[in-house]
């Protein structure tokens, strides 16, 4: 692994269905967010999460839940999907601390019928 | 309510000549700002930030200029090339951990 893996690359998912995203970083970087992109809103902090186990929301945690059980994975639950989580999934990680760069994932296009 | 605005979806440019993509932000909290580069069925990838503390930052032929009383920065790309075709995202933040996005440009560069 080098960097920031996600899976699935894409799924398509029934309404009401649960379903994890997975987001694992080989860069030992304490800080993970999730992240969800759609047309004409860019992208949107779901969750993140400072160190293994604590996490935080950000703008739209609504729908979605996260664990840090260790340093390399932060996956993303979306426990009953509907329709409105349509979108793309992007998984990040930085250094706590550094006034620098968030490193992405390549995402998730997440369909909801 | 969006606190960093892009409000240019899209620009095009011809190749050789200056880009300039432009964000607007709301909040005068925020102190650090990056700019993100996106190719199709890609994550975002880091380009070049600034502090509060400057008005100018270089690297290359990219330079991002902000201007704080305004609430405005941009990012100058020159000269543009094809390979610099892509969305480009502005983010701003208070923690400089929990970034606030803008809703992205798409930067066309024709050869």
């Known amino acids: 692994i080098a960097g920031i893996t996600q899976a699935p690359t894409s799924q398509i998912l029934a309404a009401g269905r649960r379903m994890t995203l997975r987001c694992t970083q080989d860069?030992?970087?304490?800080?993970m967010y999730w992240y969800r992109q759609d047309l004409g809103l860019g992208l949107r902090l779901i969750h993140y999460?400072?160190?293994?186990?604590?996490?935080g929301k950000g703008e739209v945690p609504d729908g979605y839940s996260v664990s840090r059980a260790n340093t390399d994975d932060f996956p993303l639950t979306l426990a009953s999907a509907v329709p409105s989580q349509t979108s793309v999934y992007f998984c990040?990680?930085?250094?706590?601390?550094?006034?620098?760069?968030?490193?992405f994932g390549p995402g998730t296009r997440l369909t909801v019928l | 309510d969006q606190q960093v605005k892009q409000n240019s979806p899209s620009l095009s440019v011809q190749e050789g000549r200056i880009s300039i993509l432009n964000c607007d932000y709301t909040?005068?909290?925020?102190?650090?700002f990056l700019w993100y580069k996106k190719y199709p069925a890609e994550g975002p990838t880091f380009l070049i930030s600034?502090?509060?503390?400057?008005d100018k930052n270089e690297d290359g032929r990219f330079t991002v200029f902000l201007n704080k009383s305004a609430k405005h920065l941009s990012l100058h790309i020159v000269p543009s090339q094809p390979g610099d075709s892509a969305v480009y995202f502005c983010?701003?933040?208070?923690?400089?951990?929990?970034?606030?996005f803008g809703t992205g440009t798409s930067l066309t560069v024709i050869p």
């Open positions: 990040a990680s930085s250094l706590l601390g550094e006034r620098g760069e968030q490193f």
């Open positions: 860069m030992r970087h304490n800080a």
């Open positions: 999460s400072n160190t293994a186990g604590t996490t």
């Open positions: 909040n005068s909290m925020f102190d650090y």
């Open positions: 600034i502090s509060s503390i400057k």
């Open positions: 983010a701003a933040s208070v923690t400089g951990n929990q970034f606030y």
